[in-house]
């Protein structure tokens, strides 16, 4: 196959990766993909990070593509390999981020026989992906591949699925076609007249909040807004899981919403006369169940920012949508001036009860381990630009409300609430962003779903820090349990190994802490290691969540 006139399908392939800047892919290896993995092995400018599981691999894509704004790429093999990575597919969807999964196929003579670990990857992805096909002719993979980057990044950023029959990948094409040049973002700038209308109601308005972060945010995104709201005191909160999309020091900055905000904050929202939503799809979760604000909004008029049409009025009636990138966007609010406008005092208030909130108080009988405390000490003891990853779980809510994401990005956490991310993400920041400091945060029945894969983490040598908070519960359901069902615990309780020599197992660094002062003393020392470091952080199911929720105070509440 490999002369001068021809080169396998798969040496396309990986060449159409190359042209298109992948550097890196997170595999599983199957047989089904065979070709492409004898392909990357002459070229190797493209490094293949083998992991442990499929999961994992699609979730470190994924928080790949978070990272950089260009597709993160995972190869897995077929049935199995395709539907265990469909959860970071979800994750990639949920979150507007762009991925790109191959997967590996039967043969084309094998379609439709129901053949060894077969699917039909294009139906069964279609609800979840920007778009799902099947390569069957291999001179069309330059178009695929090209065409997978610009559905990946244009519009509202999002995972892309192309499945590879095997044997196609195998076929012989001619040596003289060549990949397609570098897909890039089209420059979408906002509507002027749109602009006009834009200020002409924050001119108009009494009360106007903004919130921020989703689709297409960006660096640029990030530093023009803050002078655009600074400049007039806008108050800004953050979408569920986006807290790095404004400088926490902006002295407009007002917090996060998503589960257990601040209910200052959401009384702001609740009262404001005038949203504006840019780059949000104002979910589920940062609207506390399409409430705050609601789809018909009453007595308030939406703004709604995003970059791509169809989400634009697809679930809130919307007063003045604006398609645009958001770094141009923000770019043109940022350089808009109108002098009608006096800034708002609300912006500095807003900040004020934001730091109120972010900031911890000593509690008169605070438990052993005391996860606000050990939060703020971490603000101290690590660079203000540190990475948190983390997957999904009420542990999560104490960095939520008390770290401060200073970087950009700094924040990895999936808005879909997909367990078992923390880890995988951590990995995939610490080897994008060696420079970095990145902190994995974990659950006890999180951090198992994807454990495995320190094993990655110390094959490629990643600098991570991994903190896995131990209640031996599935605590988010355990709160909702003693909310519906108090005192009648089923199926949420855990009997978990010794996390700290589980992670020596694998050549760790590792301690256990079950007293403040215990991580104090871990998290020194493990500022001072190298490659993977665990503490096994052990508290009371007592400590439900960050918003104060207890076991004991939620029965009482049920009882009263």
Known sequence: MNGAASQSAAELLVDCLAAQGCERIFTVPGESFLA????LHDRPAITAITCRQEGGAAFMACADGALTGRPGIAFVTRGPGATNASIGVHVAHQDSQPMILFVGDVARGMRDREGFQEVDFAA???????????????????????????TAINGRPGPVVLALP?????????????????????????????????????????????????????????DHFMIFAERIGLPVATAFRRQDAISPDSLVYAGNLGYGPNPQLVTRVREADLVIAVGARLGEAT??????????????????????????????RTDLAICAAMDEFAEAAALWEDARIIPFDAGA?????????????????????DLAACVAHMRGALPADTIIANGAGNFAGWWHRYWRYAGYPSQLAPTCGAMGYGVPAAIAAALRLPD???????????FLMNGQELA????????????????????????????????RVSATRLANPDFAAFARSFGAWSARAETTAQFFTALGQAKDQTGVRLIHMVIEVEQLAASGATVSGLRAKAAG
Not at 436 to 446: L, N, Y
């Open 166 to 222: 095997e044997d196609m990948l195998c076929e012989a094409v001619p040596a003289q076609i060549a990949p397609r040049p570098m897909v890039t973002r089209p420059a979408q700038a906002p509507c002027p007249d749109a602009m006009q209308a834009l200020f002409d109601l924050i001119a108009d308005a009494a009360s106007p909040i903004a919130i921020i972060g989703g689709a297409g945010w960006n660096a640029k995104a990030r």
């Open 456 to 487: 990655t983490a110390q094959q490629y040598g990643a600098n991570l820090i991994v903190l896995v908070v131990d209640n031996s519960a599935y605590g988010t359901i355990r709160m909702h349990q003693e909310r519906e069902f108090p005192g």
């Open 124 to 150: 069964f992805f279609a609800p979840i992906a920007k778009w799902a096909a099947r390569i069957d002719d291999p001179l069309r993979i330059p178009e695929y591949v090209a065409r997978a980057y610009a």
């Open 436 to 446: 970095r400091t990145v902190v994995a945060v974990a659950g006890d029945g999180d």
């Open 287 to 316: 609207t506390d169940g399409y409430a705050v604000p609601g789809p018909e909004h009453p007595g308030q008029i939406l703004v709604h920012v995003h970059p791509d049409p169809e989400e634009l009025g697809r679930v809130y």
């Open 349 to 369: 208030e807003a900040h004020r009860a934001w730091l109120a909130w972010n900031t911890p108080t000593p509690a008169a009988n605070p438990p052993a381990l």
């Open 36 to 39: 492409v993995l004898d392909a």
